[in-house]
């Protein structure tokens, strides 16, 4: 298997890889975030007088993508993907290893949508930062919609169908979309990517709708797509209850650190049954959402997967994700003490998203 660049990428830097079946996503690092994810691991990892049940999305680790080891610059044209499951952390760790190892957040999409939402208004650690670059990100937070409301899209790359190239994004949003500068790039593959440009030109009052932009780009046009776009803005809105929650929790502080939302834009994936269904959008846990699929002749692994199911019901069953919701970048995040308690920097940028989303959800009831 060969490690190629990743097909979707919402911001961010360049150089980084993805295994060719999707299945990992491998990130250059810093020490910094390999630690940061060694830390978690021990933090949340099972202790024998826990007696308290968990339930999923309680624990931060439920919200980051797998960590499955570092990679070393060398290693990473020399290895095979078989190998990388099982890569020694303290033998990578002898040496500084270049790249993470993680779960490739949009395996198991066919079409996803992506959008990174950076939190905070503080954006840099101002322990371990030089004066300069405080000042430097004191002066993007202060322009943007981080200063105001601990939020800002950084990026997001979503899917238009088809016609992508002739999409009349100036038409939907004209005021918000200056088109003298920049904002976003047509995609050959059905996909419109917006830049940074795009998040920091938006403010107080236009955050809401540019959020929105995200969701109905391309499901605002079709007959289903209004009780879609409600079911993925209720699922998101529960994540960030949930997320809000369980951060409560961690004495920690992440600077700089995203939100990274995913859906499902193939409407095949989108079966009436799980639109229509509110019983399944009233109880069902909001970490998991996703949808059964038949799916005719494949390949023996799946059917091994489902066996007896399968076997019974003469079909094959697949369950695919919808959506999903995931913490990302920890370049600049840490543990502190006890007593310093929760990251209020982090958290209010959710508690943000919660009214917008809960004002979104009114325009689609
Ligand atoms: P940085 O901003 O430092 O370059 P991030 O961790 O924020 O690094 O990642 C940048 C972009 O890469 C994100 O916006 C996202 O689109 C993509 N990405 C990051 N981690 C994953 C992952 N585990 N799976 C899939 N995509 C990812
Ligand atoms: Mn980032």
């Not at 954006?123 to 200063?147: M, N, Q, Y």
């Not at 004209?174 to 795009?198: A, E, G, Q, R, W």
């Not at 994540?239 to 929790?249: G, P, V």
Request: one cysteine or more; proline letters at 4%.
């Amino acid at each position: 298997m060969n490690y190629v660049h990743p097909i979707h990428q919402a911001a961010g830097h360049d150089g980084y890889f993805t295994a060719e079946d999707n299945s990992v996503f491998i990130k250059a690092t810093t020490p910094q975030e390999i630690q940061f994810y060694q830390q978690v691991q021990e933090f949340d990892s099972p202790n024998e007088d826990d007696s308290e049940s968990s339930y999923s999305g309680s624990k931060l680790i439920d919200w980051l993508p797998i960590f499955m080891g570092t990679l070393s610059e060398s290693a990473i044209t020399e290895r095979q993907i078989d190998q990388i499951y099982h890569v020694d952390i303290d033998e990578a760790a002898s040496k500084i290893p270049d790249y993470i190892v993680l779960q490739n957040l949009y395996h198991g999409f066919s079409k996803p949508s992506i959008l990174d939402i950076k939190l905070g208004s503080l954006l840099t650690d101002p322990e371990t930062t030089t004066p300069e670059k405080i000042e430097r990100l004191r002066k993007v937070s202060e322009s943007t919609t981080s200063g105001s409301l601990n939020l800002r899209i950084c990026g997001m790359k979503v899917y238009t169908g088809q016609n992508a190239n002739s999409y009349p994004v100036e038409e939907i949003f004209p005021n918000m979309l200056d088109t003298s500068i920049d904002k976003h790039t047509v995609d050959k593959d059905s996909y419109i990517t917006f830049n940074k440009v795009y998040g920091r030109s938006l403010d107080v009052n236009n955050i809401a709708q540019g959020i929105l932009l995200y969701f109905k780009l391309y499901f605002g046009n079709h007959p289903h797509g209004k009780r879609i776009i409600f079911n993925l803005l209720t699922t998101f809105l529960r994540r960030f209850e949930l997320l809000y929650n369980c951060l409560l929790e961690y004495p920690i502080r992440i600077y700089s650190g995203s939100l990274l939302f995913i859906y499902e834009s193939d409407l095949t994936k989108w079966t009436e049954d799980v639109i229509y269904d509110t019983e399944t959008y009233e109880t069902a846990d909001p970490m998991i959402n996703e949808s059964l699929v038949d799916e005719y002749g494949q390949d023996e692994d799946d059917i091994e997967e489902l066996g007896d199911f399968a076997t019974t019901h003469g079909i094959i069953e697949k369950f695919v994700p919808l959506s999903s919701l995931h913490i990302i970048d920890f370049a600049h995040a840490k543990f502190v003490d006890e007593e310093l308690s929760y990251d209020e920097n982090f958290i209010i940028g959710i508690e943000n998203l919660i009214k917008i989303f809960k004002s979104l959800i009114e325009q689609y009831k």
